[in-house]
């Protein structure tokens, strides 16, 4: 990430802030910004729904419990975080994507899905 150049959406544009309740993204600021430290590409701003978050867990990765050692709340549907490319497309495989917010979703997810498949899930 170039300190200098602002990260870009998917639109195009500077990088809009996903979610600051709870605090979300790689760098706990609110943005789906990422660099070469952030191994799992947290770069897709979502809307959590119920199915995605019973498929997340069933993964191994549990977004609905509290954790207070990491000043985590736990998040329920409708909610908006920034998840990694690679398993926002294991949740569309699986047929259970949650909904992009395209302004807050960084152009580095486009390495690891589709545009086509992003528009689709778009929220409106």
């Known amino acids: 990430m170039n300190p200098d ?6 639109l195009g544009q500077p990088l809009a802030l996903c979610c ?5 993204g790689f760098f706990r600021d609110g943005f789906c910004k990422t660099n070469s ?4 590409s ?9 199915d995605f978050l ?3 867990q069933s993964r191994g990765n549990d977004l609905s419990t509290p954790r207070a050692e990491f000043d985590f709340p736990g998040l329920k549907p409708g909610d908006r975080w920034c ?7 294991e949740a569309y495989e699986a ?5 992009v917010y395209p302004e807050s979703t960084h152009e580095k997810a486009l390495k690891f899905i589709e545009l086509e498949i992003l528009q689709r899930h ?3």
């Open 42 to 50: 947290h770069v897709v701003c979502a809307q959590m729904t119920q």
């Open 122 to 124: 778009y929220v409106q």
């Open 20 to 24: 600051a309740e709870p605090v979300t």
């Open 37 to 40: 430290l952030d191994q799992g």
């Open 95 to 99: 047929g259970v994507a949650p909904p």
């Open 5 to 10: 150049k602002p990260p870009i959406n998917l």
């Open 54 to 56: 019973a498929f997340t």
């Open 83 to 89: 998840l990694c490319a690679l398993r926002w497309r």
